[in-house]
């Protein structure tokens, strides 16, 4: 029977993206990998062939300024204009694939919090959904619950 020594930990990991400090959020939910299954009929059965490759959404919830932040700072703006940047609904238009596309990284750590385990790096990442406030007078959470970031490609040479 195999024994586990070091079992990783679910909570220690770090968010990368270009152009922001590293920041923390409670929750990321890393995207599914796999390919689509296409189904063609042959006489009385069906056989499966490969279909397109389908990269799932990269999400970020509870989102909260690391110590180099406030209220005001670069990290809630970022957000917000990298979004309109993509789509603009005051100049009607959108930007170029390669103007908002970054690579970003999700690293996890071992229980020391320092020693990297696992490195998920991912190409062409956008966000395409910042979700809407809950607004709550006994509440004090963090005021952007959750991004969605779409992604291109998984790169697994990292």
Not at 11 to 23: A, D
Not at 122 to 149: M, Q
Request: no cysteine; hydrophobic share 35%.
């Amino acid at each position: 029977m195999a024994k586990i020594s070091n079992p990783h930990k679910v909570f220690q990991f770090s968010i990368e993206l270009p152009g922001l400090n590293p920041f923390l959020a409670q929750e990321v939910s890393l995207p599914d990998d796999g390919v689509a299954v296409v189904e063609h009929g042959d006489t009385n059965f069906k056989v499966k062939t490969a279909g397109l490759r389908e990269i799932g959404v990269l999400k970020v919830k509870k989102i909260q300024p690391g110590d180099t932040y406030s209220k005001d700072s670069p990290l809630f703006l970022y957000f917000r204009d990298w979004v309109n940047s993509i789509q603009s609904t005051s100049w009607g238009g959108g930007a170029v694939p390669d103007a908002y596309k970054v690579t970003g990284r999700v690293i996890e750590y071992s229980t020391d919090g320092v020693t990297p385990l696992a490195f998920h790096k991912y190409i062409g990442v956008w966000p395409s959904k910042i979700n809407g406030k809950t607004l709550n007078r006994l509440a004090s959470e963090n005021s952007i619950d959750e991004i969605e970031f779409q992604v291109d490609e998984v790169d697994y040479t990292n």
